[in-house]
């Protein structure tokens, strides 16, 4: 299967990563993760603009100075994840083997290339609702593993974005 890659000059890419079989492994390692990215930023230049790491997959955008380089980015990141991974790996298929590779991640990634503002906001809107979608957590900034926060700080989100809850006390009321 032939697979096109887009290279906008100028553009964010959102990426996907996601674990072979979507074991859980990334939140239980999100040390070795960031490391594979500080890692990653030896050899390239880049920004990670948002992230928001869950058990079986990684949501992220990225800002590459060389745009062309992102899929070198994410190559340098699973290999460095994977050779420092040495927790009971489900065995991978033949196809996997006879690549070298060790069944820890999805052999390919899902991207799509930002080019407006509005587009950028709305991907960083579905990167940080990302764990209340899958069920981890009733309210956004109650994820730990997300730039949420760091959205927060700099005013971008409200602390309490998408935590509608009781706000309008719909629950307490009594119709019958």
């Known amino acids: ?46 920004e990670i603009i948002a992230i928001c790491i869950l058990p079986n997959h990684v949501h992220m955008i990225l800002n590459p100075e060389n745009i062309k380089e ?14 420092n991974f040495n927790v009971g790996v489900e065995t991978p298929t033949y196809g996997y083997i006879n690549k070298g590779e060790k069944g820890i991640f999805q052999r390919r990634f899902y991207e799509h290339t930002i080019t407006s503002q509005e587009e950028l906001n709305k991907h960083l809107d579905y990167i940080h609702y990302n764990p209340v979608k899958h069920g981890l957590v009733s309210v956004v900034k109650d994820w730990e593993y997300s730039s949420f926060h760091k959205y927060v700080e ?19 009321m009594d119709i019958e």
């Open 154 to 172: 700099l005013g971008y989100y409200d602390i309490n974005w998408c935590n509608f809850g009781n706000k309008y006390g719909i629950l307490d």
């Open 70 to 83: 992102y899929p070198k980015i994410i190559t340098s990141m699973k290999y460095y994840f994977s050779k």
């Open 1 to 46: 299967m032939n697979y096109k890659r887009v290279f906008v000059p100028n553009s964010y890419v959102h990426l996907v990563i996601v674990a072979y079989n979507r074991k859980n492994i990334f939140t239980d390692n999100v040390t070795l993760l960031k490391n594979a990215f500080k890692n990653a930023k030896r050899y390239f230049n880049f």
